[in-house]
């Protein structure tokens, strides 16, 4: 086990016994706040591509597939704040995170003017065997969070996924697109036709799982996609 891995096994370990510490500071969390503290949500990395748009996301997806909105709450640093809140979301068996930011996200959204924007919001779906093991989607809850700030309904019997693939982390971009062809199917054609879709993920790097998603509900002939992540890698 390696210096990373221990301390982060010994964080997961003392959020045990300690569930209200801060994750981003490991600070005793005041009374009504939910796993951040005040201080650690104020110094998020925030984006703001709502307001305006950062060319390295929505790049990402040029020539690629067209997009309404591409919406990422914060960057993502190596060691940041975003990959050690994601890392407790994915691995830390604590969803509720992806519906914290969720909410906040919305809320941010809804007062500047996304409260119509969008449909229904569809998360990036896991393959029932990773479901079972982790015992939640993360991006769901991620979803649920949004749905709730901007009364959307979310979609869960349309896409889902029907390959499990290794993690990407490691392949180059070409064999990432590869590895993820063939993986996301829609069940019925019918369930989005000329909405307005959000489709949900926890953090955008490459594209490659998001464009898989997309291109895969283009079938429902939807009036228009979108994506919203909480993390985004330049
Ligand atoms: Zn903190």
């Known amino acids: 086990m390696n210096q990373r891995s221990l301390s982060t096994f010994l964080a997961d370990f003392v959020s045990l016994f300690y569930p209200n510490l801060c994750l981003g500071c490991e600070g005793l969390l005041p009374k ?18 709502h307001k305006l748009e950062v060319p390295q996301f929505r790049e990402k997806f040029d020539g690629v597939i067209e997009l309404a909105h591409v919406l990422v709450y914060a ?3 190596k060691k940041g704040l975003i990959q050690k809140v994601l890392h407790h979301l994915k691995y830390g068996n604590q969803p ?3 519906e914290m930011i ?33 015992g939640y989607n993360q991006s769901e809850h991620f979803g649920l ?23 990407q982390t490691r ?7 590869k590895n993820v062809e063939g993986v996301f199917e829609v069940l019925d054609k019918d369930n989005l036709r000329d909405q307005r879709v959000l489709l949900v993920d926890d953090l955008l790097t490459t594209g490659s799982t998001l464009v898989a998603c997309l291109e895969v ?10 994506i919203a992540t909480i993390g985004g890698a330049k």
């Open 32 to 49: 009504g706040s939910d796993y951040l503290c005040p201080k650690c949500h104020y110094n998020l990395p925030k984006t703001h591509t």
């Open 217 to 226: 509900l283009q079938q429902c002939e939807p009036r228009s996609l979108s």
């Open 96 to 98: 509720g995170i992806g």
């Open 102 to 134: 969720g909410r906040r996200y919305g809320g941010e959204l809804f007062e500047d003017g996304f409260a119509g924007a969008f449909d229904v919001i569809v998360p990036v779906p896991l393959h029932p065997k990773r479901l079972k093991e982790r």
């Open 171 to 177: 392949r180059s971009k070409l064999s990432r697109i």
């Open 75 to 77: 960057h993502f640093f």
């Open 145 to 167: 969070g949004l749905s709730r700030s901007l009364s959307l309904s979310m979609n869960l019997d349309t896409l889902i996924k029907v390959k499990h693939v290794d993690s």
